[in-house]
């Protein structure tokens, strides 16, 4: 069955470095997405992506978060300047179409900034 | 706005005792409601779904019925075993946009 894939599964990055965390979605859907989950807190959006380009984005999703599709199959999500608080699993994940179609989710990238 | 709202956990229950996890939402216009699993050391996985009023999702055994009247979709199983130990969390997707609104999750534990 296709599947959402995501690397890192684990990083560990100081406090002021830029992250990338990487995915590849499902290959004929045509929306991306990435959440976060801080540990024993609930799952928050993030931003959504469509047709390359941002369609809609959380007040999370300051100016030290930005999300590319460098080629046709991965999706990115870059960190400028690590704070402790981003600390968190980082979820990506894609569906076909919007509008109460399901999303499809990767197993995660656990951040942990020291 | 759009809002879930999740039984708090933990819940532990012997194998084979009736499950049910409440999730009450609000939303605008007519959202489509799903209940997400995570296992141990996993991702989230889709466990089921509904799309529109008075729809049952069922997968594995659990099952949830879509009630707009009480806007409530309630999480149900008849058995548990210990293989369902996991993190659930119900969903709603808006027709009004396409991000989702989560749950805060609701772990539960079976012991044999």
């Known amino acids: 069955e296709p599947e959402v894939t995501q690397t890192p599964s684990h990083q560990v990055t100081q406090m002021g470095q830029e992250v990338i965390l990487r995915c590849v979605p499902i290959s004929n859907h045509l929306y991306f997405y990435w959440y976060r989950q801080i540990l024993g807190q609930k799952v928050e959006f993030l931003v959504s992506f469509y047709n390359n380009e941002i369609s809609e984005k959380s007040e999370i999703f300051d100016d030290q978060f930005s999300v590319e599709r460098p080629d046709g199959s991965n999706f990115t999500l870059k960190i400028r300047s690590t704070k402790l608080e981003d600390s968190a699993m980082y979820f990506c994940?894609?569906?076909?179409?919007?509008?109460?179609?399901?999303?499809?989710f990767g197993e995660g990238s656990w951040l942990t900034v020291v | 706005g759009n809002s879930v709202t999740q039984m708090e956990g933990p819940v532990t229950l012997s194998e084979e005792a009736f499950l049910t996890i409440n999730c009450t939402y609000t939303a605008t216009g007519y959202p489509s409601l799903f209940w997400y699993v995570q296992y141990p050391g996993e991702g989230l996985q889709l466990l089921l779904k509904a799309t529109k009023a008075d729809d049952k999702g069922s997968n594995k055994g659990f099952e949830a019925t879509y009630r707009k009247e009480t806007t409530s979709f309630h999480l149900e199983k008849g058995s548990v075993q210990v293989s369902d130990s996991a993190v659930y969390f119900c969903?709603?997707?808006?027709?009004?946009?396409?991000?989702?609104?989560f749950g805060t999750g609701t772990s539960l534990t079976v012991i044999p």
């Open positions: 994940a894609s569906s076909e179409a919007r509008q109460g179609n399901t999303i499809y």
């Open positions: 969903a709603l997707s808006s027709n009004t946009g396409n991000q989702f609104y």
